[in-house]
Structures are given as structure tokens and as C-alpha cells.
């Protein structure tokens, strides 16, 4: 009999018991002879022996959801790996990003529809000392030192030029359909015209195609690509483009609908983080493993001994099209290598 772990409410009552003082949360990554499966539902005998702890995870409130979403993260560890599983109620499965839909004459995309997502980021090193006791809070935006007559605008970098962050990013939509979880770095990288993003960094892909590239015509007025019909999907609702074939408008009736990005696995640092998520009675289940050292500079290393700072966010269908923003972790995160 398959075992699911609980939601937000099923799990609620237990958070006193687990968490050791309120704003400051460990994570223990206890070594396992057998390795979870990655199949998003952490069922495993891995899991079930894991402590797990809840974090609150402040969010806006809507009609659906309450103003804090509980993530309940596991994490385990073999001699080459560690492994973590996050949970989190969430009352819709966004999977619709930049999704296309025909109407019988034109075709056009919802502002209103995108992905969940879930984010972690680690400190790499000792390059960002305040974070043990600041947490997220400082990291993510901020403003930068400008002159008298430079208006002040929020960022999203690191705040000194030597410190860097690890973060693990797993999307709905485009990256979990392939099983993996984007991993990239934030430096300091300062913004540049209109790159509010430019501290945060893709780590380095081989050339080729790989990632979620947007599937629009040159003139943006509908798909490039769509469904190969003589394939089958490998993963329903979404376009892989080892299965895209060019948009034939004369396929299409009222109300059909396309995916807004083609999807391939990109070869390189960028997908060492195998992954995999499924979102099951109203609540996401996401699995993701990493080598404990990939060998990579952009990478936090992990070994047994370690008490790393970390902190989690998530996303429910935000947009930065629509000016949202993502559910924010208050309490400072430990993730410690029990010896």
C-alpha cells in the first residue's frame, strides 16, 4: 500500500515536537543504506526513518489558501548522495505556464496561469557569514548603494562581491516533466538596463539545446510547435522537443490548447539535481538528489560534520508578470551531517 505524507493540516500538530525551539529549525541528513526512489512520493523506507521537520512558509493569503503554507522537508544521506523530499499543501496544480489557447480565430496565453515552484538555497563556503543569523530575508532582494541621483530599486544579487549562493529551483512546468531541478549561483552581479536579475546565474550547460525554451512564432501571435500526432506524450500536457513538430494551425478547433514552452533536459552543471514531484490531494511531493560533492565551484559541498544555514520558499502559480510574490521562510534553517 502506497504511503503519502500529510498535508499541511495532517501534520500540523506535530510541529512543537519537532521543531527543537521556535525560529530556528534543524534539519538532520542521517545516512541510509538504501537510497529513496525518486518517484515523488516519499514513501520510502529512507523517508519514514528521516525526522522531518515544518516550516512556515508566509504567503498571501487567497480563497483557497490561509496566509501560511506548511513545508514539511526530509533529508537523508548515502556515502555519494544526499537526498531531500519537501511537502507542501498547495489547493490547485499549476501547470499551465505561458499555455496557449485558440478561441476559433486567434490564439493567446492567460497572464493568469504559470507553475508552482519550490526554492532552496544554501551559502557556498563561508562566503556569506550574516546568513546564519539573518536567513532569507537579506539574500533575496534588496537595495543597492546608489548615488544621490540614482533612485533606489530592489535587486535580486548577493550583497558583497565575494559572497555566493547555491540555489536548488524545481518548476512544475519546466523542469520536473524531465526530472530534474535547475541548479544555479547568485553573485553580485550588479543590474544592467532592465536585468533586475543579473546576481542570479544558470550554472554552466554544455552547448545545445536544453531547458524550457519558449514556444512562440516570430511573430508571437501563436505556437512554433505542438505535439508530434503520431507520438504519444511522454508526459501529458506538456511538449517535449524530442516530440515537437512545427505548429500546423489546421489541427486545431475551439478551446484546444498548446504548451507554452518546449521542453529538453540541458546537458552540464545546470541539471545536477535529479528530481521528481507529484502533486497528489492537494498537496506537492517533491524528491530531488545531489551529489554530496559535485565538483563544481558554483556548487555547495556537502560532508559529514557539516551545520549548513539554508533557507526554503515556494511559489503557487506566481507570476512576475503580475507583480506577485513568492511565500517567504521567517526561521533560520539548519542542515546538519550527523556523523
Not at 284 to 291: I, Y
Not at 313 to 335: P, T
Request: hydrophobic share 35%; glycine share 8%.
Amino acid at each position: 500500500m502506497q504511503m503519502w505524507i500529510a498535508g499541511c493540516g495532517g501534520v500540523l500538530v506535530l510541529a512543537g515536537a519537532l521543531n527543537a525551539r521556535a525560529g530556528e529549525l534543524t534539519l538532520e541528513a542521517r545516512p541510509t543504506r538504501a537510497a529513496p526512489k525518486l518517484d515523488g512520493r516519499i514513501d520510502d523506507a529512507a523517508w519514514k526513518q528521516a525526522t522531518p521537520i515544518l516550516v512556515p512558509v508566509l504567503q498571501v493569503p487567497t480563497e483557497k489558501r490561509p496566509g501560511t503554507t506548511i513545508v514539511v522537508l526530509r533529508a537523508v544521506r548515502t556515502a555519494e548522495h544526499i537526498f531531500l523530499a519537501a511537502s507542501w499543501n498547495d489547493p490547485t496544480n499549476s501547470f499551465r505556464k505561458e499555455e496557449w489557447t485558440f478561441d476559433g480565430k486567434n490564439w493567446s496565453q492567460d497572464p493568469d496561469t504559470d507553475e508552482d515552484r519550490l526554492a532552496l538555497i544554501f551559502p557556498i563556503a563561508d562566503s556569506v557569514p550574516w546568513f546564519a543569523t539573518s536567513g532569507c530575508t537579506l539574500s533575496c532582494h534588496h537595495l543597492p548603494s546608489t548615488s544621490p541621483t540614482v533612485e533606489p530599486r530592489w535587486y535580486m544579487a548577493t550583497r558583497g562581491p565575494t559572497e555566493r549562493f547555491d540555489a536548488w529551483h524545481w518548476k512544475s512546468t519546466r523542469t520536473n516533466p524531465l526530472g530534474y531541478t535547475d541548479d544555479k549561483y547568485w553573485n553580485n552581479d550588479l543590474p544592467a538596463k532592465d536585468r533586475k536579475n543579473a546576481g542570479r546565474h544558470y550554472d554552466p550547460r554544455l552547448p545545445g539545446p536544453g531547458g524550457a525554451s519558449r514556444n512562440a512564432a516570430k511573430d508571437g501571435k501563436g505556437p512554433a510547435f505542438m505535439q508530434d500526432p503520431n507520438k504519444k506524450p511522454s508526459y501529458p500536457g506538456a511538449l517535449m522537443r524530442s516530440e515537437a513538430v512545427p505548429f500546423d494551425a489546421s489541427r486545431f478547433k475551439a478551446g484546444d490548447t498548446v504548451p507554452g514552452r518546449v521542453l529538453s533536459k540541458p546537458a552540464g552543471n545546470l541539471a545536477d539535481i535529479d528530481a521528481a514531484g507529484v502533486w497528489h490531494d492537494n498537496t506537492w511531493h517533491v524528491e530531488m538528489r545531489r551529489a554530496l560533492n559535485t565538483g563544481h565551484d558554483e556548487d555547495v559541498v556537502f560532508k559529514p560534520g557539516d551545520r549548513i544555514p539554508f533557507s526554503v520558499a515556494v511559489f503557487d502559480n506566481i507570476s512576475e508578470r503580475r507583480k506577485q510574490d513568492h511565500g517567504k521562510c521567517i526561521d533560520l534553517l539548519w542542515l546538519v551531517f550527523p556523523e
